[in-house]
């Protein structure tokens, strides 16, 4: 089993930056997917980037230019860059740990870490 979990979420200005973390325990890390996702009030959840094992990544045309997804293997840990913040950034975010097979197939959830972006 894959337990994950997301720090790092907080309020910011527009146009600042946060970083998020999320921790996996479980085997094979390395060679696995990783999303993030966000979910607004109200909204449905979205996926917000994508890292393959081998270090491939996808966003989402909203955060292109903005957001980094990274991983770091030897610490079990991925991380999302999140740069020139906008008010419709706010939601909350959720890491993921999944498959990618040309698009990605969400596997295990983590609890979420709530990223505000207001004046």
């Known amino acids: 089993q894959v337990q994950l979990v997301e720090s790092g979420g907080g309020l910011v200005q527009p146009g600042g930056s946060l970083r998020l973390s999320c921790v996996a325990s479980?085997?094979?890390?390395?060679?696995?997917?990783m999303g993030w996702y966000r979910q607004a009030p109200g909204k449905q959840r979205e996926l917000v980037a994508t890292?393959?094992?081998?270090?491939?990544?996808n966003y989402a045309d909203s955060v292109k230019g903005r957001f980094t997804i990274s991983r770091d293997n030897a610490k079990n840990t991925v991380y999302l860059q999140m740069n020139s913040l906008k008010p419709e950034d706010t939601a909350v975010y959720y890491c993921?740990?999944?498959?990618?097979?040309?698009?990605?197939?969400?596997?295990?959830w983590g609890q979420g870490t709530q990223v505000t972006v207001s004046s």
């Open positions: 479980g085997s094979f890390f390395s060679v696995v997917a």
């Open positions: 993921n740990s999944g498959q990618y097979s040309g698009t990605y197939y969400p596997g295990y």
């Open positions: 890292i393959t094992g081998g270090g491939s990544t």
